[in-house]
C-alpha cells in the first residue's frame, strides 16, 4: 500500500539538514516568507497542544534559489 503521505513533506530536522539552516531560521522563513499549503503544513490533531509542521523541500529549495528581490511578498 503506497504511504499517504508524498515524500516531498519531511520533517523540520530532515529539511534542515537538506537546506543547511537551523530550526529558527526555518521558522522564521515561514512567518515572513512561506506560504501554508504551499510549503509547510500543520498536521497536527485538530486542538493539540502544539503544532506538528512538515515541510515541502522541493518548493522551499525552489524559493529560496531565486533571486531575494524576485520571491515575492
Known amino acids: 500500500m503506497p504511504n499517504k ?8 530536522g530532515v529539511a534542515c539538514d537538506a537546506l543547511g539552516i537551523s530550526a529558527k531560521q526555518l521558522w522564521g522563513f515561514r512567518t515572513e516568507l512561506f506560504k501554508q499549503g504551499t510549503h509547510y ?18 518548493r522551499i529549495e525552489a524559493l529560496l534559489s531565486c533571486p531575494q528581490e524576485e520571491r515575492g511578498a
Request: no cysteine; charged share 15%.
Open 5 to 12: 503521505l508524498n515524500s516531498n513533506w519531511v520533517t523540520t
Open 41 to 58: 503544513r500543520n498536521i497536527a490533531r485538530p486542538h493539540a497542544a502544539r503544532p506538528t509542521y512538515r515541510w515541502h523541500l522541493a
